[in-house]
Each structure stands twice: as C-alpha cells, then as structure tokens.
C-alpha cells in the first residue's frame, strides 16, 4: 500500500492548509482540515474548521463530496469527533457518508471528543493515525497544550535593553527595541486569543495592544488589563479597536481560569515587571519571547519587579531559537522550573 500512503501523506498536507485557513480563529476550538479521496484515490472534497459554534471539517468536506465519499477516505487532521457538542458527531457523520478508511493527524486529547478512531474502527472502518502527526499537532500546539493543562498556555513578552531594564530612568515609556522588532510583536499578538497587562503599564505607557498586521479574517484578541487601580477613561486600551475585559484581581491563577473559561487557549504576557514577577512565582510562565535590545540605558527598571525565585532555585529556559530582528535579538524558550536546591 506504499501508493495508498504515498497519497495520504499528500492529501494530509492539503488538509494542514487548509486548517490553517486565515479564518481559522485560534480560540476556543482547534484549527481542523479535511480533505476525502474517492475510491480511486482522487479529492472529491476539502473542508476546515471555523471556529466554535460552525460545522467541523469533516462535515463540509462530507458535503461537497456527496456520494463521491463511498467507499473512499477521509484524511482528517484531528482525530473526528464522537461527541455530541455544538456540532457532531464526525465519527456518525462519515459513517453515514459510506466512508471505507479514516486517516487522522493528531488524536483528540480532549475527553468529550477523543475516542472518535476506536468508535469509527467499532463500526467497521479501517482507522490510520499518526499521519504527519507532529506537523498536526503544531498547528493546535497552545490549543492541545491548554485542554491538557485545563488553563491557558502563557507566553511572556519582554523587551529590555543589554542591561536588563525594560523601560528608561523614569520608568515612563521608551522604545527599546527597533521597528521590525515592534512589527513582530504584531505578529506574536494575532497568534494568541488574549494580551494579558497589569493596571500598572496602563497607567505608565498607556498601549493600545491592538493588531495593526493581522491577516483578513483573523480573530482580534481580547485586551486584559489585570488589577484593582481604576484606569483613566481615555486609556487608549479602553478605545474601540478591539474588546478589552478588566480583571479585579491579582492572583494568576484566578486570571488565568476566566480566561479559560471564555474560551481562550493562549494568552500573551505583556507587562509589566509586577505581573510577570507573580506569573514566574506561580510557576505560570510556559514560555518566553524576549528582545534583547543592544543597548545600555544605566537606569530603569528591570523586567521583574520584586523578584522570589521560585521555591529557592533559579528559573531556566530552555532556548528553542535565536533570531537577529533588526537591530535586535529575539530568543524565544520554554520556561523550566527546577526543583529546589537541584
Ligand atoms: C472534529 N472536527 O473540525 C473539529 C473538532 O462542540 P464543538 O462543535 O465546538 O466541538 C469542539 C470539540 O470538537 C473540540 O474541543 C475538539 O475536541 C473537537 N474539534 N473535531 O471532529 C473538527 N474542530
Ligand atoms: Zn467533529
């Protein structure tokens, strides 16, 4: 069957564009692409996901196919679903349409949907999975770590200068990394369902975390301003650009499962030294995203403000990539809490 999986391989790839369509939001739901093959092997459908509350994949791809689907193969980026949600179930759906064979990508980790293989191979179709699983899974990277983890996965932003601090003597705004850094940052932000700030960088530098580069169609990610202090009026974050939602509370925790609960699978971190101090403390930061700019301020505030270590012992990353921005440096990494006195 080297043909067959030759051509699995091939349409599973189709299916990755197409889940990452640019009106795939990443919110509440993963992002999903199917495509059918007929019996002969040949696309006679393509559907993704597009978003909570639409059809899954596989039932747009159904639908274009028609009959065309018996006997053939569905290749699914998401193992199908075999619950009874907004929608589903997919398993019930590609049944229905006579489908022979079901190629999956990524297993659904979720409870409710998971399962949908054992139920589709119960019913009698031939059920392959793994097919570009690490490309699949990728795509749904913070969405699979979230429904994991039941919180959001956290990313921290950070610009500061050669000697670590992140804003000038005054502590008032000041640009610290280069254009193309900032535009990057553009790009960093669409990719997550919430900018998460504290009232303090509010007050101080008064952004307007919007998305100036988001691709048509894309999802504008909620604004989070965190903390008690009552910010100005004409704050430019209370603005009508995008919505901004006002969490009277410190504790990430707390933060992190409204977030949670309102759908959103990524937050972005975006300051300011206090927040990121109690994120780091509650061992919520799950990685980093920082510029180093080439430059030596003297004064100023460092990107964490009252500081613990956590549980005695420093905090490492592990670094994924180093890139010249510019004139700047990003690193990006996965935060790693040891264990104290290791
Ligand atoms: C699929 N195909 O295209 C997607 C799936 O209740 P719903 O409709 O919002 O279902 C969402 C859950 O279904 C989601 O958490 C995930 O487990 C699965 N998503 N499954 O078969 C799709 N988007
Ligand atoms: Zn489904």
Redesign the pocket.
């Known amino acids: 069957m080297a043909d067959g999986e030759a051509r699995w391989v091939m349409a599973m790839r189709e299916a990755l564009t197409l889940a990452q369509e640019p009106d795939a939001p990443l919110g ?7 495509v059918i093959l007929d019996r002969d092997g040949a696309i006679v459908g393509r ?3 597009r ?10 791809a159904l639908a274009q196919a028609g009959d065309a689907a018996r006997g053939g193969t569905a290749v ?16 019930a759906a590609l049944v229905q349409a006579g489908v022979a064979a079901v190629v999956v990508g990524q297993q ?3 409870d ?3 399962g ?1 293989a054992r139920t589709l191979r119960g019913q009698g179709v031939e059920v392959t999975g793994g097919v570009l699983g690490p490309e699949c899974e990728r795509v749904n990277a913070a ?1 699979t770590f979230a ?1 994991r983890a039941g919180r959001p996965l956290v990313t921290w932003k950070v610009a500061a200068s050669l000697d670590g601090r992140v804003a000038g003597p005054d502590g008032g705004p000041t640009s610290i990394t280069g254009p193309a850094a900032r535009a990057e940052v553009h790009v960093l932000r669409s990719d997550v369902g919430a900018i998460v700030v504290g009232t303090g960088t509010v007050l101080v530098d008064d952004p307007e975390l919007t998305v100036r580069l988001a691709a048509q169609g894309a999802a504008i990610p909620l604004r989070v301003v965190v903390g008690s202090r009552p910010l100005p009026p004409d704050a430019r974050v209370l603005d009508d650009q995008a919505p901004t939602l006002v969490i009277d509370s410190h504790d990430p925790v707390q933060v992190l499962a409204d977030l949670f609960d309102r759908g959103i699978r990524h937050v972005l971190l975006e300051g300011g030294p206090t927040l990121a101090a109690a994120f780091l403390r509650a061992q919520l930061v799950d990685r980093v995203e920082w510029y180093l700019a080439p430059l030596l301020l003297g004064d100023g505030p460092v990107a964490l403000a009252d500081w613990a270590t956590v549980g005695g012992a420093p905090v490492g990353v592990d670094v994924e990539d180093v890139a010249i921005v510019g004139e700047d440096v990003r690193v990006v990494g996965r935060v790693r809490y040891q264990q104290a006195g290791l």
């Open positions: 509440e739901n993963p992002r999903v692409g199917c559907g993704h996901h978003g909570a509350g639409t059809p899954h994949a596989e039932v747009v699914v980026t998401l193992e199908p679903c075999r619950h009874v949600g907004r929608t589903g179930p997919c398993t659904d980790p979720t409710e949907a998971g949908g969405w429904v």
